[in-house]
């Protein structure tokens, strides 16, 4: 048990169970700031491998690496980002890191060299304020809301995808390229405005257990088998996504015949489609016990999709059929990932795992769009979805070993009157509660972290202890 000394709670204790309208204000407009830089993100992943040759110097590698850049600049500076946002502020960070967007974007925008175009796309990843966002958000909810707070924000980037890739084919028939980016660099200074406008100003900043990353916990998460898979896999699921649209547009145009100011209206049914269809099998995942079957057979999707692009590529039908068996897949995994990070992360550990799983992300995507463009420089097309088939293949069997993870759940309990010696018997009185699997209290907080079984707490037991905490 980790514990550091307390400071003054500078704010008053809210009883009520339900969200109060600072907080829902504060969740609407952070979890728009996340949306509206996602959107620029992803804009040019259906666009850009078809229309990168207006740009001096633009070969397949290159392209793909303009494509996964902003990966490689968000790895490496989303943990730093966020450690910062503790010494200097949540906001300053995250206007910072918006104004780096808006810059890379700008620079993009006023390209006419590949090389210019990924300077801009490394300076748009350097606004890696995703850690800052979060921490943000811990700071202006109340803990017992904090899960439908990250949910909130996981909808809207789930969202912010989908419909960047219709909004990113249609923008390019209208404005090009260069349009694209100046309206990214516009998404950005309108997140400031309503970071500055709208969302509230925290009282004061802490350290937030199962949110931010501690740098003395990392050799612990990189030796636990169970994190290190979930790591791989979010890795590998936007390795996939950048390196199959590096191909998918130009299979779509060259292949299939279907023409460049159609894509848009492609995409935008099969995305629906695809949410519509992974509903049921999230559902069916987390009421009926079946995760792992449920995402064995996503990944095998996966492989099923990037095979069939490589053999029906000149189908349309065949085509937009595997990609909706690919969204479908994508999206059930999406959602899957955090909640399984969630169950087999130790408590102690779980804001550590979660900075490593989201620097893994954006590393799959900048290996993504990199060898993309390297593989279908020397195997064209139909090599680009092998090798995507081959990477879910491997992906398959990495995870199939795993354990069905336990269905548990995590509580934060507000604790009134907990110090440095009585800590450790406040977590003894929580343990001994049947049901509980573990307990971490930060005092800092005056928090308890308390995970359990769902199936096996003593409900009555938890809750007159909570009403005494209280």
């Known amino acids: 048990m980790n514990i550091r000394q307390p400071t003054t709670m500078t704010q008053k204790q809210n009883t009520s169970s339900a969200m109060t309208s600072l907080e829902k204000r504060s969740i609407a407009g952070l979890s728009s700031i996340f949306a509206l830089r996602m959107l620029g993100l992803f804009m040019i992943l259906p666009v850009f491998s078809l229309a990168a040759g207006q740009y001096s110097g633009a070969t397949p590698i290159l392209t793909g690496l303009a494509i996964g850049a902003y990966g490689l600049t968000q790895a490496l500076l989303q943990i730093p980002f966020g450690m910062l946002s503790d010494r200097i502020g949540r906001k300053r960070v995250i206007t910072i890191g918006l104004l780096l967007f808006a810059a890379g974007s700008i620079v993009a925008a006023l390209a006419d060299s590949i090389y210019m175009v990924i300077a801009g796309r490394l300076l748009q990843g350097s606004g890696a304020i995703a850690a800052a966002i979060m921490a943000l958000t811990a700071d202006l909810t109340r803990d017992e809301h904090r899960t439908k707070a990250m949910a909130s924000i996981g909808i809207s980037i789930g969202l912010s995808f989908s419909v960047a890739l219709a909004a990113g084919a249609a923008l390019e028939h209208w404005v090009g390229l260069s349009g694209i980016f100046w309206s990214t660099a516009v998404l950005s200074l309108v997140g400031i405005a309503i970071l500055h406008l709208w969302v509230p100003t925290p009282t004061r900043l802490i350290n937030h257990r199962d949110i931010e990353p501690v740098p003395k916990q990392f050799l612990n998460v990189l030796g636990n088998p169970d994190i290190m898979r979930m790591v791989f896999s979010i890795m590998i699921l936007h390795c996939l996504l950048t390196i199959s649209f590096f191909a998918l547009p130009i299979a779509l145009l060259e292949h299939a015949g279907l023409p460049k100011d159609q894509h848009a209206m492609a995409y935008l049914p099969v995305l ?30 996966l492989a099923i999709a990037e095979l069939g692009w490589s053999q029906f590529s000149y189908s349309i039908s065949g085509m937009l059929f595997c990609l909706w068996l690919f969204f479908t897949a994508f999206n059930i995994l999406e959602a899957s990932l955090p909640s399984l990070m969630s169950k087999l992360s130790p408590l102690a550990n779980k804001g550590t795992a979660m900075g490593i799983y989201s620097t893994a992300q954006f590393i799959g995507a900048f290996i993504g769009g990199a060898s993309g463009g390297l593989i279908f420089s020397k195997l064209g097309i139909s090599g680009v979805f092998i090798a995507g088939a081959v990477l879910s293949t491997i992906w398959l069997i990495v995870i199939f070993p795993m354990k069905p993870p336990k269905h548990l759940s995590t509580r934060i309990i507000q604790l009134q009157k907990v110090t440095t010696s009585n800590a450790n018997d406040i977590a003894q009185q929580l343990n001994d509660i049947p049901g509980v699997i573990e307990t971490v209290i930060v005092i800092e907080e005056f928090v308890a972290y308390v995970k359990f079984s769902p199936d096996k707490i003593d409900n009555e037991a938890l809750d007159a202890f909570i009403a005494q905490a209280s």
């Open 272 to 301: 629906v489609l695809a949410f519509v269809a992974m509903v049921p099998f999230i559902i069916i995942a987390e009421k009926y016990r079946k995760m792992k079957p449920i995402f064995l057979g996503a990944i095998a999707t």
